[in-house]
């Protein structure tokens, strides 16, 4: 059974940085994405990355601000987000993905909290 673990969230005012982490285990090298859950709204994707790492996607409106990445041999994607907007505030969660569809089709971990002060 795969298993996602979230971490890396915090408080952070507007125009900091954060680093979340993903760690997978059960389950082999897979396209990986992150996506996210405001308050009140339906969860959305953000970024998805394919599982050589060649081929990244980003929603338009994080696109140049955000960064998604992994590394293999730990099992971990990451998402570096910069010039953080109150707008970037929710839930950050990972899951597996078929790059290029941005549709989730794993089960959901804990997801971490993101929340970027005015």
């Known amino acids: 059974q795969v298993q996602l673990v979230e971490s890396g969230g915090g408080l952070v005012q507007k125009g900091g940085s954060l680093r979340l982490s993903c760690t997978v285990s059960?389950?082999?090298?897979?396209?990986m994405g992150w996506f996210r859950q405001a308050p009140g709204k339906e969860r959305e994707f953000v970024a998805a990355?394919?599982?050589?790492?060649?081929?990244?996607d980003y929603t338009d409106s994080v696109k140049g601000r955000f960064t998604i990445s992994r590394d293999n041999a730990k099992n971990t994607v990451y998402l570096q987000m910069n010039s953080l907007k109150p707008e970037d505030t929710g839930v950050y969660y990972c899951?597996?993905?078929?790059?290029?569809?941005?549709?989730?089709?794993?089960?959901w971990g804990q997801g971490t909290q993101v929340t970027v002060s005015s």
């Open positions: 990355i394919s599982w050589t790492g060649g081929s990244t």
């Open positions: 899951n597996l993905v078929h790059f290029g569809y941005r549709r989730a089709f794993g089960s």
């Open positions: 059960g389950r082999a090298l897979n396209d």
